[in-house]
């Protein structure tokens, strides 16, 4: 089930919990937690409905604006289709998080060795675990199709590797490419491969930037701020001012910096 991130930070706020969509049946069961790039969304509820019988609360509930944008989006495309009504609640962090910065003791080690073997085996390309983990060590944020070039494959098949690795918590998304977890990190150096990042400078100290989006993460490169202490000393007017950066980046970066105990420059 597809959703705007838009529509991610509203459920994380509370201020969404429902959707609508056009389906040919079903896609989501009830008690399905979903990962997204806010956390875990979980859903609460399926119902197939008639499209009379939608109220302008249940517009205001799915962040439709009005009962007549509602209408307007379920009749866009696909009219042909039954409308079903599925209730949503924020479920938490994503449980990865945790797990990418656990550095793991020797018996996870151990199974994590394994895990890796037997995809090395199945594959009917060759051995991909250990050389995509120290490509994404050498290469952080860079983007997926370049990084798939260097290892011949697809992009397609190259993201689907990451994801089995990322599901272990061996390695991290970034709103461009990817970036090698703690987790993943003492496992390649328990396996003593080389690293091209042992030695490499330490990042600048605090606090990393949310996901905003890949356009609005470039903007901000460009321009040198890669913390939210950096931001701190941005209004809100000089970060829309910037290529890329939208309102959607800058509630994101408002919500993490009051997290933090920052604001805005006024």
Do not use: C
Request: charged share 30%.
């Amino acid at each position: 089930m597809q959703m705007r991130p838009v529509e991610l930070a509203a459920i994380r706020a509370g201020e969404v919990d429902l959707a609508f969509r056009r389906w040919d049946r079903p896609r989501v069961k009830v008690g399905t937690r979903m990962r997204t790039a806010v956390g875990l969304v979980e859903i609460t509820s399926v119902d197939r409905v008639a499209v009379s019988s939608l109220t302008a609360e249940d517009a205001r509930r799915a962040g439709a604006g009005s009962l007549a944008k509602l209408r307007e989006g379920l009749d866009r495309v696909h009219a042909e289709r039954p409308v079903y009504r599925i209730g949503m609640r924020y479920a938490g962090d994503d449980p990865r998080l945790a797990l990418r910065e656990a550095v793991p003791d020797a018996a996870e080690i151990e199974a994590l060795v394994a895990w890796l073997d037997r995809l090395d085996r199945a594959s009917a390309s060759g051995p991909w675990t250990r050389a995509t983990l120290l490509l994404i060590d050498a290469q952080p944020a860079r983007r997926a199709p370049d990084l798939a070039e260097q290892m011949g494959r697809d992009t397609a098949s190259f993201k689907q590797n990451v994801r089995k690795l990322k599901e272990r918590g061996l390695t991290e998304s970034l709103d461009i490419g990817y970036r090698l977890s703690p987790r993943g990190a003492a496992l390649l150096d328990h396996e003593g491969h080389p690293r091209a990042s042992v030695g490499r400078a330490e990042p600048e100290p605090g606090l990393p930037l949310p996901r905003i989006g890949a356009a609005a993460n470039r903007a901000l490169t460009a321009h040198g701020v890669v913390r939210l202490e950096q931001v701190a000393g941005l209004t809100e007017g000089e970060l829309l001012a910037l290529h890329g950066v939208g309102p959607y980046a800058v509630r994101q970066l408002r919500a993490a910096m009051e997290a933090a105990g920052l604001a805005f420059r006024e």
